[in-house]
């Protein structure tokens, strides 16, 4: 039969417009949270990371904001550029049986309007 | 570049053929992993190795069979594989268990 990928939700922003991902995690003992970028043929790019015991983290045209309360991390991106183009996936750390195991997003697609 | 590579970049296997990839660190980390990145699935965990050690095996079925000589070699013995086992397999590192995690480019499988 036909093979169906993984349906990524789609952002379409404007060239020098702020991009904002959001991702939704599981887990509220989750204390350790990572932000990565994966472009066509590479594999996933570290962007920044946050712990929980932080409500933002600010880097070089990216902010990373946490919301334990709802569980919600979201990444701000400033004056998007086309090589921002690229899937972008949060990630979280759950902490379960003392083992360190990243649990990963389906990802985001973000696309950059020239 | 992150500091991980991967070889093969792209293989093509038969069901009975038997290949290995491979991934190696310059980073001076000491925390290895794999991982199977699919169309149909997030990015799933499939190994850990700290310290040579591995601590981590996540339900993988024994046709992958990872080896990890030191900390910055990291392979990943394949033999009798499934269609379905076709996808990118990516290697990370990190220097301790609990860090960021820096990934290769990945090895594109195609079983056939």
């Known amino acids: 039969g036909e093979s169906v990928g993984l349906h990524l939700p789609t952002l379409s922003v404007q060239e020098g417009d702020n991009s904002i991902i959001n991702c939704a995690y599981s887990?509220?003992?989750?204390?350790?949270f990572i932000w990565y970028k994966q472009e066509s043929g590479k594999g996933p790019q570290f962007i920044i990371d946050?712990?929980?015991?932080?409500d933002k983290r600010q880097g070089q045209r990216v902010t990373v904001l946490l919301n334990k309360t709802v569980k919600h991390l979201s990444l701000q991106i400033a004056a998007t550029q086309p090589g921002d183009s690229a899937v972008y996936f949060c990630a979280e750390n759950p902490r379960m049986d003392s083992s360190y195991k990243l649990i990963f997003g389906s990802g985001t697609r973000l696309l950059v309007r020239p | 570049e992150t500091g991980v590579t991967q070889t093969p970049r792209h293989l093509v296997m038969g069901m009975t053929n038997k290949k290995s990839l491979k991934c190696e660190q310059h980073l001076g980390h000491n925390a290895m992993y794999w991982y199977k990145q699919s169309a149909k699935k997030p990015l799933e965990l499939m190994f850990v190795?700290?310290?040579?050690?591995?601590?981590e095996n996540n339900s993988v079925p024994s046709r992958f069979s990872p080896e990890c000589p030191n900390s910055s070699h990291l392979f990943l013995h394949l033999h009798t594989l499934q269609p379905e086992d076709s996808a990118l397999y990516l290697c990370a590192s990190s220097l301790y268990v609990g860090n960021e995690q820096y990934f290769g480019p990945g090895t594109r499988l195609t079983v056939t």
């Open positions: 887990n509220s003992a989750s204390d350790y």
């Open positions: 946050i712990r929980s015991n932080m």
């Open positions: 190795y700290n310290f040579k050690e591995q601590t």
